[in-house]
């Protein structure tokens, strides 16, 4: 069985003191590779001396957080331009809208995000989209720049099924990851709607591990945990989730 992280900070400090022992535990537990989301100025560093230290297998992405859009964003944005100049990457992300902490910098949010979808199409590159407690922001601004030339995933999606249709006539994935093993997570209701199709796999490592680990540092070994949790809610075979959302990671980032 395959499987790939679409979304893992794996190269966090939380994972300075025994990152070569988690990495070695997602490969033994079978994935392939980890998909590494930017998040500012302050991550890159980190970012790609995890990507030197396990090539072909941990992959990076850049882009600016949207908890990371403050009053002098525009500099986060020049800095990440600069690297897109330089090198390729996986993808432009994470960006998006996040209103769970502070709705104060909304607007440069939305900013931030405009320019980053144009970033999408300019680089031809997936997006990958954090929407706390802002899917209905997030989307009708993707939604308005989709002129067919963008791909991406709306990542840790917990929406109505009535928004995942919409993700889907977007053309977009929606990214599962620790809260579909949570009781009140309310995928077990979602996810039976939601063809395998159009989903990816990920832990958002450290954050949201999965039952029975909830509440403790996440890591991408427990990527299974979230894969049998989505065959047993869609009632079908674990290999088969793997199967078809690895394919549809691999499609989405061109790996």
């Known amino acids: 069985m395959e499987l790939i992280d679409s979304h893992a900070h794996i190269y966090a400090t939380e994972f300075k003191p025994d990152r070569d022992d988690v990495i070695r535990k997602a490969q033994e537990a079978g994935l392939i590779q980890i998909l590494m989301p930017n998040v500012d100025h302050t991550s890159v560093d980190s970012l790609l001396q995890t990507e030197t230290d396990y090539p072909g297998f941990c992959l990076p992405m850049m882009g ?14 020049y ?15 994470e960006t998006g809208i996040d209103l769970y902490w502070d709705k104060t910098f909304l607007g440069q949010q939305k900013e931030a995000l405009l320019v980053q979808l144009e970033w999408a199409k300019k680089y031809k590159l997936p997006i990958v989209l954090h929407t706390r407690d802002s899917f209905e922001e997030t989307y009708e601004l993707v939604a308005a720049a989709q002129d067919g030339n963008l791909t991406g995933v709306f990542h840790c999606f917990s929406g109505t099924p009535e928004q995942a249709q919409r993700v889907i006539d977007l053309k977009f994935y929606m990214g599962i990851g620790g809260v579909s093993t949570f009781k009140n997570g309310g995928l077990d209701m979602l996810l039976p709607q939601i063809p ?15 039952v029975p680990y909830r509440g403790k540092r996440n890591e991408p070994a427990y990527l299974p945990l979230i894969a049998q949790r989505v065959a047993d809610i869609k009632q079908v075979t674990v290999e088969e989730v793997a199967t078809v959302t690895t394919r549809n990671t691999r499609n989405l980032f061109n790996l």
Request: with cysteine; charged share 25%.
């Open 64 to 77: 600016v957080h949207p908890c990371s859009v403050k009053k002098d964003f525009q500099k986060e944005l």
């Open 79 to 93: 800095q990440v331009e600069d690297w897109l100049n330089k090198r390729s990457f996986t993808a432009i992300g």
């Open 196 to 210: 395998l199709e159009h989903i990816l796999l990920e832990t958002d490592c450290p954050y949201l591990a999965p």
